[in-house]
């Protein structure tokens, strides 16, 4: 269904090659503009999509992927290329988002839930993954000594709540399907 929230997440998936390239090509500027056009976009969408009351079944799909497209390339571009978030924390990122793509489409087709519901520590956690991009990004446009000191900080504290997240989410899969 084609509608305003949807467009706009559209438009977001469609950023997220264009923030790769910028990436890329060590065109931090761009790359930091992008992210916040798309991170601004995430929460445009959910909201007009809430409030005028056109949240679709095409909606909560592209969403999320969209989310974890532009979060992952993020972090597997600034990791692996730039060599500037760690390839531990990259790879627990990734890992988590592989279990609850993985589990959430397991349970879809086992019968056992119709709907993946994040929860909240969820969208903490992907607020702390955006924080830590959207900070990364800060740090290559000023390199800041303040910066570079917040980020020894923040890439354990992302490290943390990625991964006790991830734990949640499989307890909460293995009770659902306990309870199924």
Same mark, same amino acid.
């Given at each position: 269904m084609v509608n305003i929230p949807n467009v706009i997440?559209?438009?977001r998936a469609v950023l997220v090659p264009v923030f790769i390239t910028a990436l890329h090509y060590?065109?931090?500027k761009i790359?930091?503009?992008v992210f916040l056009v798309a991170a601004v976009s995430d929460a445009v969408?959910? =909201?007009?999509a809430r409030k005028l009351k056109q949240i679709t079944m095409v909606g909560t799909i592209i969403d999320p992927l969209a989310d974890k497209a532009l979060i992952d390339s993020g972090f597997v571009v600034l990791s692996f290329?730039?060599?500037?978030i760690p390839a531990w924390l990259t790879i627990l990122v990734l890992s988590r988002d592989t279990i609850i793509i993985v589990g959430g489409w397991l349970l879809t087709v086992l019968g056992k839930i119709e709907k993946i519901k994040p929860i909240l520590l969820g969208k903490l956690t992907s607020?702390?993954? =955006?924080s830590t991009i959207f900070f990364t990004l800060l740090y290559l446009n000023f390199h800041s000594f303040y910066l570079e000191l917040f980020?020894?900080?923040l890439y354990p504290f992302t490290g943390g709540m990625t991964a006790i997240?991830?734990?949640?989410?499989i307890l909460k899969g293995y009770r659902e399907i306990e309870n199924g």
């Open positions: 997440t559209i438009i060590k065109n931090f790359a930091l503009i969408d959910g =909201f007009l290329t730039h060599k500037i607020f702390s993954q =955006f980020l020894k900080f997240s991830g734990i949640s989410y």
